[in-house]
């Protein structure tokens, strides 16, 4: 798996190519990405402890859909995470 894989997904539909190094890049295919992506997602962050740390940041200040997710998926890949922590609400900060 690579990260051309991602450039694909739904979340990047406005975007001309795939910028890992954007967190707002990283939150679009948090926020909008599809499971597959994900998936991707989740095997390169198991090798890169920036890419993990960038993520755990992101879960925690940016409001997402499944912000819980993420944080077990980080636990799962070794980051110490308080899945109990305060994460933004998803509803309460967006318009949806």
Same mark, same amino acid.
């Given at each position: 798996?690579? =990260?051309?894989?991602?450039?694909?997904?739904?979340?990047?539909?406005?975007?001309? !190519? *795939?910028? #890992?190094?954007?967190?707002?890049? *990283?939150?679009? &295919?948090?926020?909008?990405?599809?499971?597959?992506?994900?998936?991707?997602?989740?095997? #390169? =962050?198991?090798?890169?402890?920036?890419?993990? =740390?960038?993520?755990?940041?992101?879960? %925690?200040?940016?409001? %997402?859909?499944?912000?819980?997710?993420? *944080? =077990?998926?980080?636990?799962?890949?070794?980051?110490? &995470?308080? %899945?109990?922590?305060?994460?933004?609400?998803?509803?309460?900060?967006? !318009? &949806?």
């Amino acid at each position: 798996m690579s =990260a051309a894989e991602i450039e694909t997904s739904r979340a990047l539909w406005n975007r001309s !190519g *795939l910028d #890992l190094d954007s967190d707002e890049v *990283l939150a679009r &295919v948090l926020e909008r990405g599809e499971m597959e992506t994900w998936r991707v997602l989740y095997r #390169l =962050a198991r090798t890169d402890a920036r890419l993990r =740390a960038r993520l755990r940041r992101i879960v %925690l200040t940016v409001p %997402l859909p499944l912000p819980r997710f993420w *944080l =077990a998926a980080l636990a799962s890949l070794g980051e110490a &995470v308080d %899945l109990s922590t305060d994460v933004p609400d998803y509803y309460r900060e967006t !318009g &949806v």
